[in-house]
């Protein structure tokens, strides 16, 4: 991981981005089985360098409406009683900038500021972007001095209205939990706990 601390991160997914085609959308454009919307990608396309199964302290919860699946959206819950599987995934920090303008239904930009906020954050921190699900970045923990990251809501589990997720969503959710697995671990994230 040498020379990588200042230019990737572990980006932490624990909804449908545990699937490793569903990620590959969010990086090189396309549109996941069952989903109603087709993804630019990112300026950088390239696949992720490494992958692994963890186990995040905290829970998933459903809520909203989503309009790439329809019915609930998988949000993560760090203050609540878990564990709950997820994958990470080495990107650079470019690439974890463009995944996270994608969720939150932009276009990727040049200049992200999150591209530098992800070595600003302390592990165990949060910082808002805005109010939409996904615009709250959490920093997790660190691997071999690489930042573990991930986004949710800014709301917890006990804030909102739970809402069921749709089929083809829950699809690619078993798809990436198997995923999970079968990948090698990293440490659990113990500052997620925070």
Known sequence: MEGMSQTHVWYVSYGSNMARDRLACYLQGGRPPG????????????????????????????????????????????SAPGPTPAKAYLITAEQFADVAAQEMNRPPEPDSPLERLVFDLPAGSSHSLGPGGYETLLALDDADDVPMVTFTAAHSSTDIEHTQPQEPYLAMLRTGTAEVRAASGLPRPAAAQA
């Open 35 to 78: 989903a109603k919307v087709t993804y630019p990608g990112a300026r950088d396309g390239t696949l992720p360098r490494a992958e692994a199964g963890i186990e995040l302290p905290g829970t998933i919860y459903f809520a909203g409406e989503s309009t790439v699946w329809g019915g609930g959206m998988a949000f993560y819950d760090h």
